[in-house]
């Protein structure tokens, strides 16, 4: 079955540093989408990618993804306390009605 | 508030015994998920269901089950309870269309947190 991998699986940085996580897929994806969960909550929607090669930006986050449609990631710009979390990337193939959520990848960010 | 009513919040009870969350999606929304989140765990997905009938099934035990009622709540039913069954469990909601309109993004609940003894 369709497998999604994200690394890291954890990301301590000091604020002000930048920060990467990466998806990477066993097969090709129709779109992919990035959820983040702050500690203690539930996972929240940040944006969908369908077109190869997509890049989208939202304030300090930059999302790609990949020509292939098998990879994606995630950065952030001078990290922000606020930006603590869990950050899931989730893939949905391309005969498949649902996504599958890679492990995620927590950020810690020290003031 | 995403929408996405999930009850009970937190559930403590013992090891062999049942239990039922519940879920109401958000409105307009004929898609529902289940997903299960152990501690510091990624999000394993359990069971979806479209408009009342069931469309995708994950890793879901067979002492676990669950169903979309005609108003679209739903509902998970846990059986025979083990320590290890201890998690958060999500549930989302999702539109109708195409991926490209949004149709696949999903609004999660708060969850409901479910401690076994």
């Known amino acids: 079955g369709q497998q999604v991998m994200q690394i890291p699986q954890y990301q301590h940085v000091q604020e002000g540093e930048d920060f990467t996580t990466y998806c990477n897929s066993s097969?090709?994806?129709?779109?992919i989408q990035w959820y983040k969960q702050r500690p203690g909550g539930h996972p929240v929607f940040l944006i969908q990618l369908v077109k190869s090669g997509e890049v989208k930006k939202q304030k300090r986050l930059t999302f790609q993804f990949g020509e292939a449609k098998k990879n994606s990631s995630l950065h952030i710009t001078a990290t922000q306390t606020t930006d603590v979390g869990t950050y899931f990337c989730?893939?949905?193939?391309?005969?498949?009605?649902?996504?599958?959520f890679g492990d995620g990848t927590t950020l810690t960010v020290k003031p | 508030d995403s929408g996405v009513t999930q009850t009970p919040k937190h559930l403590i009870t013992a090891t062999g015994q049942r239990v039922t969350l519940r879920c109401s999606p958000r409105s307009g929304d004929l898609s529902v998920y289940w997903y299960q989140q152990s501690l510091d765990q990624g999000l394993q997905f359990l069971i979806q269901y479209y408009n009342g009938e069931e469309r995708a099934k994950g890793n879901i035990l067979e002492r676990f089950s669950a169903q979309q009622f005609p108003d679209l709540h739903s509902e998970l039913n846990l059986s025979s309870l083990e320590l290890g069954d201890s998690a958060l469990y999500f549930c989302?909601?999702?539109?109708?269309?195409?991926?490209?309109?949004?149709?696949?993004?999903?609004?999660f609940g708060a969850g409901s947190r479910l401690t076994v003894l």
């Open positions: 097969t090709t994806l129709s779109n």
């Open positions: 989302a909601s999702s539109t109708t269309g195409t991926p490209r309109s949004g149709a696949n993004v999903l609004t």
């Open positions: 989730a893939g949905m193939g391309t005969n498949a009605g649902k996504s599958t």
